[in-house]
T-cell receptor, first 115, second 112 residues
């Protein structure tokens, strides 16, 4: 069984400030972890993924996330927020079994960027 | 870059009608999935499909739902008799060997 907890359904930051979106996961097997971004009325875009290689993962648009097994966390960060970062962010976990995987999503965090 | 496509982008239907949502997965992928996102809620797994049969389905995926791969390229989700609560965004996804699920842009289903 696997699950994801995203702390904070809404996060507000000032433009230029650090973005930190929290994600904790639970998985009975070594997980694959993802962050997706969803802009209003659009689909899911993959920001970055962790698949058991480097624990610090860099993604698109200046985002990165660090896998911390001891804390079962995969928090998303960006040093300096832009207005264009305003969107909803979903953390997700999957466990691959024989090539098949089911992705379990967190509830999402809406990021507001204040000018 | 290859991508998953979905049609239509928006479907409006009356309660009790049948709808078919269509997806074209990435051509060399073997695993296919449907997810649902009710407005304002999280994305939920519906069903996975491999080798022309369902691998796993959630409790949401009841007898009103069915999936099919009618030919070598399409993957469809059918809702036999739609209910108001079926209104949601439906995402198709496919997986190759990179353990990344590629999601389509979604079909917004509105049941009136």
């Amino acid at each position: 069984a696997q699950s994801v907890t995203q702390l904070g359904s809404h996060v507000s930051v000032s433009e230029g400030a650090l973005v930190l979106l929290r994600c904790n996961y639970s998985s009975s097997v070594p997980p694959y972890l993802f962050w997706y971004v969803q802009y209003p009325n659009q689909g899911l875009q993959l920001l970055l993924k962790y698949t058991s290689a480097a624990t610090l993962v860099k993604g698109i648009n200046g985002f990165e996330a660090e896998f911390k097994k001891s804390e079962t966390s995969f928090h998303l960060t960006k040093p300096s927020a832009h207005m264009s970062d305003a969107a909803e962010y979903f953390c997700a976990v999957s466990a691959v079994s024989g090539g098949y995987q089911k992705v379990t999503f967190g509830i999402g965090t809406k990021l507001q960027v204040i000018p | 870059e290859p991508e998953v496509t979905q049609t239509p982008s928006h479907q409006v239907t009356q309660m009790g009608q049948e709808v078919i949502l269509r997806c074209v997965p990435i051509s060399n992928h073997l695993y296919f999935y449907w997810y649902r996102q009710i407005l304002g809620q999280k994305v939920e797994f519906l069903v996975s499909f491999y080798n022309n049969e369902i691998s796993e389905k959630s409790e949401i995926f009841d007898d009103q739902f069915s999936v099919e791969r009618p030919d070598g390229s399409n993957f469809t989700l059918k809702i036999r008799s739609t209910k108001l609560e079926d209104s949601a965004m439906y995402f198709c996804a496919s997986t190759g060997d990179s353990y990344e699920q590629y999601f389509g842009p979604g079909t917004r289903l509105t049941v009136t």
